[in-house]
């Protein structure tokens, strides 16, 4: 890209799928000391955004430090709903909504790159989880059926 351009939507929709790519791949967060955090870690942003050090510490493969939000602390899940996620990552706020769903409900993921969804799953496989999947897929064009949900988290991430 040239230097000063404005990018268009598009432009910068790929911009940031190739940095949650490379995330995905290489590992890291957009925090791990490369400015949009400080030198905050993953698990230290996840404690300043309201999850508990349990949370924190269940599952620490799954959370990558790409939120800026806790939505399984506001949402109205209970057993038995079909939560989506979008903008599921790693799986981290999934995995967090199964603990209030339970074995009777359901997590869907759905992440704008096929990377992440690769490791969701192989996070959900590690942590024994069963409930949940996570498909590839776009916002403006959801991988599921209309009023298939019960529940919506997701929260707003602007990479600069």
Partial sequence: M???KRMDATEKKEVIKKKYQDIATLGGSCCSGRGCCGDLS???LSRSLGYSEADVQAMPD?????GCGNPTAFAEMKPGDIVLDLGSGAGFDSF???????SSGKVIGVDMTQE???KAQENARKYGYS?????QGNIEALPLDDRSVDVIISHYN???
């Fill in 96 to 102: 967090l909504a199964l603990q209030r769903v339970r």
């Fill in 2 to 4: 040239e230097w000063g």
């Fill in 42 to 44: 993953a698990a230290d």
């Fill in 158 to 160: 602007k990479m600069s």
């Fill in 62 to 66: 799954a959370n990558l430090g790409l």
């Fill in 116 to 118: 992440m969804v690769e």
């Fill in 131 to 135: 409930n949940v999947e996570f498909r």
